[in-house]
């Protein structure tokens, strides 16, 4: 059974930094495109980053410059450091992995970033 579980979530006051990780089991990330997303309320998800199979990254405009994707294919972790954090960034942050015609999501981890 494969599973994406996020972790390190939490309330940050701005300006402040998190990592959030993504624990994969049931598959081997090295042969997925991996990324995180994220959703606030009232608003689609939307992508925040994404790390190709050779570490090739893409970041949303919001993002770039803050945020930072990182992967461990031999941990089967991926990674997303976040710096910079504004209120505007206070959402759902959803772990992503794509391979061909299969996909799969996290759960989800409550990212609040609040004075």
């Known amino acids: 059974q494969v599973q994406l579980v996020e972790s390190g979530g939490g309330l940050v006051q701005p300006g402040g930094s998190l990592t959030l990780s993504c624990a994969a089991s049931?598959?081997?990330?090295?042969?997925?495109?991996m990324g995180w997303y994220r959703q606030a309320p009232g608003k689609q998800r939307e992508l925040v980053a994404t790390?190709?199979?050779?570490?090739?990254?893409n970041f949303a405009a919001f993002v770039k410059g803050r945020f930072t994707i990182s992967r461990d294919n031999a941990m089967n972790m991926v990674y997303l450091q976040m710096n910079s954090l504004k209120p505007e960034d206070t959402a759902v942050y959803y772990c992503?992995?794509?391979?061909?015609?299969?996909?799969?999501w996290g759960q989800g981890t409550q990212v609040t970033v609040s004075s």
């Open positions: 992503h992995a794509i391979r061909t015609s299969r996909e799969y």
């Open positions: 049931g598959m081997l990330i090295r042969i997925y495109a």
């Open positions: 790390i190709t199979t050779d570490s090739s990254t």
